[in-house]
């Protein structure tokens, strides 16, 4: 869990690299946009790395299709949770989705959260980084 936590932390966003390109004036949202995924990433990785685009954008969009709509959900409920993170606008839909096994395209359920800071978000998360930092100090004492 920590290497994923280093990796998030190491991570540089590039803009509009997370989301697929849209057009218009949708291109500016698109750049806080996560695509969650159930199969590519754990869990925690998307918690730290909405927490990281929350820091940089004030707001998050999450994002699913399908089976990975439950990981959207508890990732959206653990920020809100540990006070991070407050709901501003859930939407879903359906989506046709190409199969190539198919002839005909099926379709998927979409949902998209968009989440925005708390007052104490900052707070919370400075007292996170001195509690990691106090920790791995002692870890290097110890060693």
Same mark, same amino acid.
């Given at each position: ?7 998030v932390?190491?991570?540089?966003? @590039?803009? !509009?690299? &997370?989301? +697929?390109?849209?057009?218009?004036? #949708?291109?500016?949202? /698109?750049? =806080?946009r996560?695509q $969650? ?9 998307y ?16 994002? @699913?299709? !399908?089976m &990975?709509? +439950?990981?959207?959900?508890?990732? #959206?409920e653990?920020? /809100?949770? =540990?006070?991070?993170? $407050? ?6 839909s359906?989506?046709d989705?190409?199969d190539?096994?198919r002839?005909?395209?099926m379709?998927?359920a ?5 989440? !925005? ?7 919370l998360m #400075? ?11 002692e ?5």
């Amino acid at each position: 869990m920590e290497e994923v936590t280093k990796a998030v932390g190491d991570l540089t966003i @590039a803009g !509009g690299a &997370a989301g +697929a390109g849209g057009g218009g004036g #949708a291109e500016a949202h /698109k750049k =806080n946009r996560i695509q $969650v995924s159930n199969t590519k990433k754990p869990l925690f990785f998307y918690v730290n790395l909405a927490k990281r685009y929350m820091q940089l954008h004030d707001e998050v969009e999450l994002s @699913a299709l !399908g089976m &990975a709509i +439950a990981t959207v959900v508890t990732v #959206a409920e653990i920020l /809100k949770n =540990n006070g991070l993170a $407050v709901e501003k606008k859930i939407t879903t839909s359906t989506v046709d989705v190409k199969d190539d096994s198919r002839s005909r395209p099926m379709q998927k359920a979409k949902i998209e959260i968009l989440l !925005g800071k708390t007052d104490k978000f900052d707070e919370l998360m #400075a007292a996170a980084t001195e509690e990691r930092e106090a920790a791995e100090a002692e870890a290097e004492e110890q060693s």
